[in-house]
């Protein structure tokens, strides 16, 4: 079903001249205090689960149809609404994806899509200890997404996403092609109403490892003396 719909919005636009390029998405707040890159073996981004968030192209802007992914350990039910903001309105539907939940292999494959990059399940499972993701989408047709501080859609949970609840993007241009969000730049929620943890700049970081040099230095100086 999924796959029907993206591919006929897909086949209009490819009709219609849009272009089809391979690139890759990225997650942000629309608060940037609400967000915070991860690093380590699986970086993501850590967000507020109440917060704003989106999605921004690099090498924006495309169009095509959109398909927002949730995944949870546990099961949110049949569906969910989803507010929309930013160069959207209204509020739409994220509906559970019927079979057996997504345990391994690929994202992309699991939703019958093709889609770079890829997103292994390894890569989510290992962040949280989560052995299984119910899968929500919501696909919203003829979607803009621009380079990073454009106008792009905005979306709000109700409620908020639990902790260890992720949220990604697809946006298909043409058939199965489809660009898809870099695994670094997935949302990770730590939880409704639940800032992230804050992570230091590279700035201060450098200052911290000159203060921690220079310290070093004058309890060198102070024992030869």
Known sequence: MLFALVASCAMALALSGAPVQADSLHGFCSTPSDCSAIGGANPVIQFNGSAQFGFYDAGGPKTGVDVIVFLSPTSLGASFTVDLGGTLSGTGTANLVQGPTWSSGFLDAYLNIGATPVNPFSNYAAIDGASQFFVYTMTIGGVTLNDQGGNNPLFTVPGGLGAGDFVLDFLCTAGRSCIGTANSEALDSVGPNTPPPSV?????????????????????????A
């Open 200 to 224: 230091p700049e590279p700035s201060s970081l450098s200052m911290l490892g000159l203060g921690l040099l220079g310290a070093l230095g004058f309890a060198r100086r102070r024992l030869a």
